[in-house]
């Protein structure tokens, strides 16, 4: 079955670009209706969509991180990658991605998150 | 932007009991856009539901989930050892935006 697997620094300067990438295994991350996201989750706090991309290149931000996120996809090496600009302390956080489900059932479209990766720890510090 | 407000923050009871999460959002979201998560310290979440009321492959049919509108309701009926975690709902909005609520701690009496 579809596993995710993130990957990156673990430590990363005040003011400077947070990278992650996003292996999928088990499957094409090229196949099927799905978005690829990004969610994160500062300890001991819920949970914050960062965004998503589909393998056309189509991508959605949330707009409170809008203007420092860019999310990528690299369909040759079956993966999708983050970039957070100009981090601080409060981008401390566990780093997920998730395979995003659009489903279309009987005329609805359903809209899901059924694959998580295990998640990957960021913290921002000097 | 819709808000999604979980309650009670924190539920405790005992194994065999029943549980009811409550998931009420600011605005009427479509129940095919409602899902619920389940996550365990140190784990990521897991889909539970989805469409309001759907099953995700592989969860005990102990859990069920309802509603619509702004109001969401995940039920648990027979607690096992095991369902002691956080819960979370989740909506997909316009723009779009995705949401999730707080989260709902539910802890061994």
Do not use: H
């Amino acid at each position: 079955q579809v596993q995710l697997q993130e990957s990156g620094p673990g430590l990363v300067k005040p003011s400077q670009t947070l990278s992650l990438t996003c292996t999928v295994s088990g499957g094409s991350i090229s196949s099927g209706s799905y978005y690829w996201s990004w969610i994160r989750q500062p300890a001991g706090k819920g949970l914050e969509w960062i965004g998503r991309i589909y393998t056309s290149g189509s991508t959605n931000y949330n707009p409170s991180l809008k203007s420092r996120v860019t999310i990528s996809v690299d369909t040759s090496k079956n993966q999708f990658s983050l970039k957070l600009s100009s981090v601080t302390a409060a981008d401390t956080a566990v780093y997920y991605c998730a395979r995003d489900v659009v489903a279309t059932i009987r005329n609805y479209y359903y809209y899901y998150m059924d694959v998580w990766g295990k998640g990957t720890t960021v913290t921002v510090s000097s | 932007e819709i808000v999604l407000t979980q309650s009670p923050g924190t539920l405790s009871l005992s194994p065999g009991e029943r549980a009811t999460l409550s998931c009420r959002a600011s605005q009427s979201v479509s129940s095919s856009y409602l899902a619920w998560y389940q996550q365990k310290p140190g784990q990521a979440p897991r889909l539970l539901i989805y469409g309001a009321s759907s099953r995700a492959t592989g969860i005990p049919d102990r859990f069920s989930g309802s509603g619509s509108g702004t109001d969401f309701t995940l039920t648990i009926s027979r607690l096992e050892p095991e369902d002691f975690a956080v819960y979370y709902c989740q909506q997909y909005g316009s723009s779009p935006k995705i949401t999730f609520g707080q989260g709902t701690r539910l802890e061994i009496k």
